[in-house]
């Protein structure tokens, strides 16, 4: 499922050890990239599609699909600035063939691909900087598709059956003509492209830049369009936050950021609404999201709610086995549960909700394991069964450390005395947690 998605520019100067002091004069740019940077870190991806205009080009849409991708900034005199990532060559093959039914798809598959510029800058501030996790990446270039093809293709994507959590950093600069000192001329239509793109993030509409002209396009003298479009595509109704604007250089710089799994908005609306209004309210608040596609299939889950700054549990309750017709459904229930029927508390306040912090958990179909080799409690969440008792843990919380003490935690949840004996399925989670900034 995608997480989230992100429009970066890609000027090395931003760059500190490329800028050397100059990177200052983008400082809404800068700022811009932090924000993405926190906003992508609330839900971690596992892997990550990037577009460059950049990247290697082979025709249609070129996907470069390698084991290993690098790259450094030597050819803007700092080598020392660097970054390494894996290759999610399995999934790209399979997001490849998907596509393909579609868009006409150039493929290369390598062992190591470098990186360009278009992909090192904002994958410098959104991966790198020592974080923990780092994601497996698929590499594309947009740049031999039509506007309406790009378009086309953010679409397709929210429509892929991909696995696990994914995430879009659609990278692209605007006009490189907005200014009478651009590196590439000016154009007077340089500025009216900018804001144009900006519109087109701020109301989510994409229209006038599908009506755009050949002539208009090369008078803007941009590299980012196509990445736009497809960002724009894969956000079909949802809420984009256009972050930052500038173009210090003479070149469009823009960022925006969007939410592209609506579990943890849907949990907020019905929590909201439960609370002031009661059940009839968060059910007519619920309908509003039935036309999102992630909300249609079926499927178990868990609604948390916490407070205190997320550091205190407020409410959950969950389901391991799917209990209604769609997720729309699971979680618009569990929601209400968790706020007002978890036994543990006492109802939730009105006047806590802004207090209040959330997550949704999406669990697969249980699976039995016959040996404790299979579990590993930061990847598989556990059920244990025994005497007609059953317990339930969740992967990847904190103090859960080895597998033997994920087991006794379950066990000791549902009553159960000894797990000897017991029946053991693991589960796998995507964790899906509200983003407010």
């Keep these: 499922m995608w997480y989230w998605e992100c429009y970066t520019p890609h000027p090395p100067i931003i760059i500190p050890e490329v800028g050397r002091g100059r990177e200052a004069e983008a400082s809404a740019t800068i700022g811009g990239m932090m924000s993405l940077s926190r906003l992508t870190t609330?839900?971690?991806?596992?892997?990550i599609l990037i577009l460059s205009p950049h990247a290697p080009f082979f025709g249609g849409l070129s996907m470069s699909l390698a084991r290993d991708y690098y790259g450094d900034f030597g050819m803007f005199g700092a080598p020392g600035a660097?970054?390494?990532?894996?290759g999610a060559t399995q999934a790209g093959e399979a997001l490849a063939s998907h596509l393909e039914n579609k868009f006409y798809v150039v493929k290369r598959k390598h062992e190591k691909c470098p990186l360009d510029h278009g992909s090192l800058v904002p994958l410098s501030f959104i991966?790198?900087?020592?974080?923990?996790h780092i994601p497996s990446l698929v590499l594309a270039n947009p740049i031999g598709l039509s506007p309406s093809e790009a378009f086309a293709l953010g679409k397709a994507l929210s429509e892929a059956p991909v696995d696990g959590s994914w995430a879009?950093?659609?990278?692209?600069?605007?006009?490189?003509?907005?200014?009478?000192?651009?590196?590439a001329g000016y154009s007077p239509f340089g500025a009216e492209f900018d804001r144009m793109i900006v519109e087109a993030f701020n109301r989510n509409d994409p229209s006038r830049l599908l009506s755009l002209q050949p002539d208009e396009i090369d008078r803007a003298g941009e590299c980012g369009l196509r990445s736009a479009l497809v960002f724009l595509g894969l956000a079909e109704g949802r809420g984009i936050r256009h972050i930052s604007y500038e173009a210090p250089f003479g070149v469009g710089y823009a960022t925006a950021f969007a939410p592209l799994h609506s579990a943890p908005l849907l949990a907020r609306v019905v929590v909201d609404e439960c609370v002031r209004k009661g059940r009839r309210a968060a059910l007519e608040a619920s309908s509003r999201f039935s036309a999102l596609p992630e909300l249609k299939s079926r499927a178990a889950c868990f609604v948390t709610l916490k407070s205190?700054?997320?550091?205190?549990?407020?409410?959950?309750?969950?389901?391991?086995?799917p209990a209604r017709d769609t997720l729309l459904e699971e979680i618009t229930e569990n929601a209400q549960?968790?706020?007002?029927r978890d036994p543990r508390f006492p109802p939730?306040?009105?006047?806590?909700?802004e207090d209040i912090s959330l997550s949704v958990d999406v669990l697969s179909l249980p699976e039995p394991v016959s040996s404790l080799?299979?579990?590993?409690?930061a990847k598989f969440g556990v059920i244990v069964e025994k005497n007609g008792l059953r317990g339930v843990l969740l992967p990847a919380l904190d103090g859960v450390d080895s597998v033997d003490q994920q087991i006794a935690i379950a066990a000791r949840k549902a009553g159960i005395q000894s797990a000897e004996g017991a029946s053991i399925s693991r589960f796998t989670v995507n964790r899906i947690r509200e983003v407010r900034e």
């Design 127 to 132: 991966v790198g900087a020592g974080r923990p």
């Design 337 to 340: 549960s968790a706020a007002l």
């Design 308 to 321: 205190g700054g997320g550091e205190q549990l407020r409410g959950c309750i969950g389901t391991i086995l």
């Design 168 to 183: 879009l950093i659609a990278s692209g600069d605007l006009s490189h003509r907005v200014t009478r000192d651009a590196p």
């Design 82 to 86: 660097s970054l390494s990532m894996p």
């Design 42 to 47: 609330i839900n971690r991806a596992d892997t």
């Design 348 to 353: 939730v306040a009105e006047e806590e909700l």
């Design 373 to 377: 080799d299979s579990l590993d409690p």
